[in-house]
């Protein structure tokens, strides 16, 4: 009997232990202040700000895409430009169609 209770006690001890750790890191979330929390998300918002570069282009349903769409192999995606010609640019390429 002693055996079964340890083991249902090695059982259900993670997950009590886990939402512990989990309330106690939303409690000092919390307790931040909207200053702190606005310090955090700072260089985030400053990074976004700069984007586009240059050779990137909006399109509707997609977002920003690198390169000329227009091209038969464009990957149509913000972090690459194509499968044939990944770094670009797209001026000059042979694949260009």
Known sequence: MLDIAIILLLGIAPPILSLWMLHRAQV??????DRQLSAIATPIVGRLKALPPADMTCIEGYGYVIGMVSCRYNARSPYIRCAVNPNGPCEGCRYYE
């Open 28 to 33: 000092k979330y919390r307790q931040l202040s």
